[in-house]
């Protein structure tokens, strides 16, 4: 009950914020690079999958590179704003278990993520629909695949809970961008190098670009999902415990 | 009478810093608490404990006659509490940064306007708060904890940084709570001279300890009779003062204040000094105000601490 009435307080707070702004304009970024890519492209080679393409390569990127920085930017935004002036003190004087708080936390922050990824889902429908217009070769492209696009956009989703527990956690921790914002570039920057090794299997970074791997898939997801609610937890309890100083 | 605060050997350290000491507070429900102390003393961190945001390192907090810890949910209903400055959000309005509290407390929709009535801030409830002025910020931090209609509220400086007219205006907010509500005000500041207007009962904190709780009256009561003397050598007048049996203070502004209660020993004084060729300028007995009290009361203590 506490958890419904934290996250109608959340929904609020949102209202007019940057964190509800960006989830909007990245998805954006994507498709546009994705629509110039269909539109330019000279010859299309004789096996090229219209659908196939844009859906995989979309959402790659945005599973390996725009989606975990959009997590940290998304997490440092939603918290900056307790952190901004001083709220802890008063909200956790409420009587409201701080557990409630915390995970109305990870929930917005899930669903933000959900809302962005599934834009960019829809972008990808879009442009591919542009391109059947503009390149008269890719009109036989057939119907677009909803069904395999919603789907890799879910899993990619689920399996980024885990970055969203460990963003929560750390913006939680530390106001201001520097510690957060590090965090993001940090475990995207050595996903590079994991990515070839074995250890890319378990990589948080990694989880959401291992949906598409044969071999990775599963683990992916289990990893993600079960992973990110067992590090809310973890999370939850560190935090809850501390002293509130600010 | 029930007591609504009762801390029992509470303490709580920073590094080796103890910042409160053994404090044993009592409030029971009536008017307003003053809880004075000078900068540093403790009274925030005293504060945070009551509330539950910090954990105290030895000792308890009852709140209603509940330990808070344990019940703290449940206490905080009845409680409503501003500590320092007031935690708003400045991207929402006046209204919607009620609205967030009131969503939290899952309280009823109407009690948003009678909070914003309270504090007069109807005609401004829909500007953005990045818009208010201090005043206006210091005001709604008191909406937010008056929203629920608490039995207790807990106030640390709430008129921080506030321009006199806002020190006043604030003052005469706090004073018709305990009457128009029914609420219990536990108020904290470093200065007695605000407080000593609308407060009942006193407790006063210095480097984390309790030197004084009581009724304001009580406190009255130590006010004595003192004689106020400018003099230019200041260390000979003390010296020759002692020697022959006064009790010697600095007052304020390089004044003595000399532990002499009629108009003979004023006399005689001014007559002692003057034979030691010490120039006075001048001499008058007076009442010290309670703000004289509090320095002496807590000057004596870090005096006493540094000869121990
Ligand atoms: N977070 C902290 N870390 C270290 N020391 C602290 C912390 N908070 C308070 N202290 C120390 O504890 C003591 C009491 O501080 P506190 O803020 O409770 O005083 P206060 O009476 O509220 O003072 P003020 O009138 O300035 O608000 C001070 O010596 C302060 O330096
Ligand atoms: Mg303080």
Same mark, same amino acid.
């Given at each position: 009950m506490s958890l419904l009435r934290a996250l109608h307080a959340e929904l609020l707070k949102l209202k007019r914020t940057l964190a509800f702004r960006v989830i909007f304009v990245l998805p954006f970024l994507v498709a546009t690079l994705q629509f110039f890519i269909a539109w330019r492209t000279k010859r299309f080679a004789s096996d090229f999958n219209l659908w196939e393409t844009l859906q995989t390569s979309s959402l790659q990127i945005w599973a390996v590179f725009m989606m975990p920085l959009l997590i940290a930017l998304v997490t440092a935004l939603l918290n900056g704003i307790e952190h901004s002036d001083r709220q802890w003190k008063h909200i956790f004087a409420? &009587?409201? &278990?701080?557990y409630s708080i915390y995970f109305a936390k990870v929930i917005v922050a899930q669903g933000l993520i959900f809302i962005s990824t599934f834009i960019l889902a829809a972008l990808i429908v879009v442009v591919g629909f542009a391109a059947m217009y503009l390149r008269p070769e890719l009109a036989n492209s057939g119907p677009a695949p909803y069904g395999a696009i919603a789907k890799s956009a879910s899993l990619v989703w689920l399996a980024s809970w885990l970055i969203i527990a460990i963003h929560t956690w750390v913006s939680m921790r530390w106001a201001g961008f520097p510690i957060p914002l590090g965090t993001g570039i940090a475990g995207t920057f050595f996903a590079l190098f994991a990515a070839s090794a074995a250890v890319g299997k378990y990589y948080p970074w990694l989880l959401p670009m291992n949906i598409f791997l044969e071999g990775r898939a599963t683990t992916a997801i289990v990893l993600g999902v079960a992973g990110g609610i067992i590090a809310a937890v973890v999370g939850c309890w560190e935090f809850v415990r501390r002293d509130v100083l600010i | 009478m029930e007591s609504l605060i009762e801390t029992r050997g509470l303490t709580r350290r920073f590094g080796a810093r103890i910042a409160v000491d053994d404090l044993n507070l009592s409030v029971s429900a009536a008017g307003v608490y003053g809880f004075l102390g000078p900068n540093g003393a403790g009274k925030t961190t005293a504060i945070r404990m009551l509330l539950g945001l910090i954990r105290p390192h030895a000792g308890e907090v009852r709140l209603f006659g509940l330990p808070v810890a344990g019940n703290r949910a449940s206490l905080m209903r009845r409680v409503g509490a501003l500590v320092e400055s007031p935690s708003l959000y400045p991207h929402l309005t006046g209204r919607e940064n009620l609205e967030v509290t009131r969503r939290l407390l899952g309280a009823h929709r109407n009690l948003i306007d009678g909070a914003l009535d309270t504090v007069k801030l109807t005609k401004d409830a829909d500007r953005r708060v990045r818009e208010y002025s201090l005043g206006m910020r210091q005001r709604l931090g008191l909406a937010l904890a008056l929203l629920n209609k608490p039995e207790l509220l807990i106030l640390d400086e709430p008129t921080n940084g506030l321009d006199p007219a806002g020190i006043h205006e604030m003052r005469d907010l706090i004073r018709r709570l305990p009457e128009e509500f029914g609420v219990t005000v536990f108020l904290s500041s470093h200065l007695l001279s605000e407080v000593e207007q609308i407060a009942s009962h006193i407790g006063i904190i210095h480097e984390g300890e309790l030197l004084f709780q009581g009724p304001l009256s009580e406190l009255q009561t130590k006010q004595q009779t003192q004689l106020i003397v400018g003099v230019k050598q200041i260390d000979s007048a003390i010296d020759c003062l002692t020697k022959a049996g006064w009790n010697v203070h600095h007052s304020v502004d390089g004044m003595l204040s000399v532990g002499a209660k009629t108009s003979d020993d004023a006399i005689r004084i001014n007559n002692l000094l003057v034979e030691h060729r010490l120039e006075v300028f001048h001499i008058a007995l007076a009442q010290p105000s309670l703000e004289d009290i509090f320095l002496t009361l807590t000057t004596n203590q870090s005096a006493g601490r540094r000869a121990a």
């Open positions: 409420l &009587p409201v &278990p701080r | -």
